[in-house]
């Protein structure tokens, strides 16, 4: 790799993987370790105070998947790069290529010299990269084949969600509290298998009730 200092910084909530990492990384001048953290608010936190070249993220974070955090984090610090780094695959969680919001995906079964290129591709060459056995949940993927029913009253904020409506006006127009309406929504995306606002709309916009 060229000789560029990058800062990296590591947000795991498995400590003993984070520091094992940690250890394997910045044994190398060219990598600068920038902080660690365990969990969304010391995420947060830290990248509003410090902006590294690079965050190595597992979509585990308590007490959220991290993956609904992406739009929020690139708001935050624009220049940094966030590599995906975690044992499940993006069609676990019903992500395609296409809306993928992170720069890159790793499989932490991937070894040393997979995870030097993918910091080289990121930081250096600005680039994208994804290990080559991952695997992207289908873009034609509709609600019809979700694992789990959804039941009514899902589909009537399912509805109101594709009109563009706030969790205010949705609990407004159907009566309920604005907690409730949370919780349908976190359902929805649980039984969906996606997360954030964008990956829902992009799931839900083709269905037929």
């Given at each position: 790799m060229e000789s560029h200092q990058v800062s990296i910084a590591i947000a795991d909530d498995h400590?003993?993987?984070?520091?094992?990492?940690?250890?394997?990384?910045?044994?190398?001048?060219?990598?600068q370790p920038c902080f660690l953290v365990e969990t969304v608010e010391d995420l947060k936190n830290a990248i509003t105070r410090q902006q590294p070249d690079l965050l190595i993220l597992d979509i585990h974070l308590p007490p959220r998947n991290s993956l609904e955090l992406l739009p929020e984090l690139r708001s935050i610090a624009p220049d940094t790069k966030i590599l995906i780094l975690t044992m499940h695959q993006p069609e676990e969680f019903g992500i395609t290529i296409q809306n993928f919001e992170g720069h890159g995906y790793l499989l932490k079964t991937s070894g040393k010299e997979t995870l030097e290129a993918a910091i080289e591709s990121l930081c250096l060459r600005k680039d994208k990269f994804f290990?080559?056995?991952?695997?992207?949940?289908?873009?034609?993927?509709?609600?019809?084949?979700?694992?789990?029913?959804?039941?009514?009253?899902?589909?009537?904020?399912?509805?109101?969600?594709?009109?563009?409506?706030?969790?205010?006006?949705?609990?407004?127009?159907?009566?309920?509290?604005?907690?409730?309406?949370?919780?349908?929504?976190?359902?929805?995306?649980?039984?969906?298998?996606?997360?954030g606002v964008g990956n829902l709309l992009n799931r839900i916009k083709n269905i037929i009730n």
């Open positions: 400590l003993l993987f984070t520091q094992s990492l940690a250890g394997l990384l910045f044994s190398n001048p060219t990598y290990s080559p056995e991952i695997k992207w949940a289908e873009a034609n993927k509709t609600l019809s084949k979700s694992p789990l029913p959804l039941t009514r009253r899902e589909k009537e904020i399912i509805e109101k969600i594709k009109e563009g409506k706030t969790t205010k006006q949705i609990a407004d127009e159907l009566h309920l509290s604005e907690h409730t309406v949370k919780t349908h929504r976190t359902k929805i995306r649980e039984k969906l298998e996606v997360s």
